[in-house]
């Protein structure tokens, strides 16, 4: 079955770190930009990170860079996005994306089913 399954998240300190994991199954995990995409409370979608998992780029909003990692094993199948620094009173819904295949077109044509990250005041 081709899926994007996530795990991770959660309630955390400000100042503290949480681990998002999305591991895919059913394609080729190497063969596409993988994203995480997130989403906090009345506001609209925003492409957080990608990774290309066979050659190992990355990219970040700016936002982000410095406090996320975004990292993927391909033996696993599994992307994570590392987040430090949480900062206090952040939320929001995290998503995984399959982009597009390396070297062609499309994407966000699969997601994860999403995890709440919440970082207390």
Do not use: H
Request: with cysteine; aromatic share 10%; hydrophobic share 30%.
């Amino acid at each position: 079955q081709v899926q994007l399954v996530q795990s991770g998240g959660g309630l955390a300190q400000p100042g503290g770190s949480l681990r998002l994991s999305c591991a895919a199954s059913g394609f080729t995990f190497s063969s596409y930009w993988m994203k995480w995409v997130r989403q906090a409370p009345g506001r609209g979608p925003e492409w957080v990170s990608d990774i290309n998992p066979a050659g190992g780029s990355t990219r970040y909003v700016d936002s982000v860079k410095g406090r996320f990692t975004i990292s993927g094993n391909n033996g696993r199948n599994t992307m994570y996005l590392q987040i430090d620094s949480l900062e206090p009173g952040s939320t929001a819904l995290y998503y995984c994306a399959r982009g597009r295949p390396t070297g062609g077109t499309g994407g966000y044509d699969l997601w994860g089913q999403g995890t709440r990250d919440a970082v207390s005041a």
